[in-house]
């Protein structure tokens, strides 16, 4: 975890376990398992900002900010953010897993 000016990045699932709770179920029909991303917030006077981690090293990721309200009741600009999170995800899976398979 790091920290940028003087607010400290947590882990996803301890800060906001809801939030948490619907990226696992948005990552099930991708087959992704939540290991696969990382993901942490950074609390901001008005909500959350939200980084997936995710490819070989958690090199690649996004970011995404989120009210409060979106927080605890994550609606369709949430779904979304995690949806379009896991399409790159598994491409990048896929991308990772051909390059260490090439002989």
Do not use: W
Request: with cysteine.
């Amino acid at each position: 975890m790091s920290e940028a000016n003087g607010h400290k990045e947590l882990p996803l699932r301890i800060a906001t376990p809801t939030l948490y709770n619907k990226l696992v179920e948005t990552l099930e029909p991708y087959h992704i398992h939540p290991f696969d991303i990382q993901g942490t917030v950074m609390r901001k006077e008005d909500g959350l900002d939200v980084t997936l981690r995710y490819s070989q090293s958690f090199s690649q990721s996004e970011t995404a900010h989120f009210n409060n309200d979106q927080v605890e009741h994550p609606d369709e600009d949430v779904t979304e953010f995690f949806k379009a999170t896991a399409e790159r995800c598994k491409t990048q899976l896929i991308k990772d897993y051909y390059k260490m398979m090439k002989p």
